[in-house]
């Protein structure tokens, strides 16, 4: 269900009134506080995102070196 507030985001930036106060049913609520008790994820929330993990190419490289040797280096018998 999308709640009618969240259309007030224009590409994660809050549009709507200064105080950030929606009316749901007749009453005012601060939206900040309805989200959190409600499980809602705001586009503007700075923990709705998990940071995503960075991988060291340096060391990924290094750990597959060994693969890329060749089998027949050592044995003469191979041209």
């Known amino acids: 269900m999308e ?3 969240l259309r007030l985001f224009k590409d994660g930036v809050w549009t ?3 105080d950030r106060m929606i009316r749901i049913d ?3 609520h601060d939206m900040d506080v309805y989200a959190k008790k409600h499980g809602i994820v705001l586009p503007d929330s700075k923990g709705g995102k998990k940071p ?4 060291n190419i340096d ?5 597959y070196g060994d693969m890329e ?4 280096e ?3 018998s191979v041209d």
């Open 59 to 63: 060391e990924q490289e290094e750990s």
């Open 3 to 5: 709640h009618k507030f």
């Open 26 to 28: 007749g009453e005012e």
């Open 52 to 55: 995503k993990k960075e991988i």
């Open 74 to 76: 050592g044995d003469s």
């Open 16 to 18: 709507g009134r200064e």
């Open 69 to 72: 040797e060749k089998i027949d």
